[in-house]
């Protein structure tokens, strides 16, 4: 089975930078499929914040676009988030998965425990 586990988040100021990873175990026969992350803030439904295929090809939220950036590492199955001008709206906490389907896919792995981001006004 795998197993995603989440990491990098923290408490930030706003305009803060933080930068997420997630590193995937057991999960060599999925380098070919999409990753993503999302996340759910406190009374919310779980969101689509990025997604990107192993060739590169990237897929943003509009909440996202110009100051969160995903990148992957194939060889490491690992994904990562670079989150520049932190507002407190990104406050939540942040997963990832593997998606199905493409970057309009569905996850489909079981969730880690994400990495919670907190960022002060």
């Known amino acids: 089975q795998v197993q995603l586990v989440e990491s990098g988040g923290g408490l930030v100021q706003a305009g803060g930078s933080l930068r997420l990873s997630c590193a995937a175990s057991?999960?060599?026969?999925?380098?070919?499929?999409?990753m993503a992350w999302y996340r759910q803030a406190p009374g919310k439904q779980r969101e689509l914040v990025a997604a990107?295929?192993?060739?590169?090809?990237?897929k943003y939220a509009d909440s996202a676009k110009g100051r969160l950036t995903i990148s992957r590492d194939n060889s490491k199955n690992t994904v990562y988030l670079q989150m520049n001008s932190l507002k407190p709206e990104d406050t939540a906490v942040y997963f990832c998965?593997?998606?199905?389907?493409?970057?309009?896919?569905?996850?489909?792995?079981?969730w880690g425990q994400g990495t919670q981001v907190t960022v002060s006004s």
């Open positions: 057991r999960s060599s026969r999925l380098s070919s499929n999409v």
């Open positions: 990107i295929t192993s060739g590169g090809v990237i």
């Open positions: 998965n593997y998606l199905s389907g493409g970057l309009a896919g569905s996850p489909f792995c079981t």
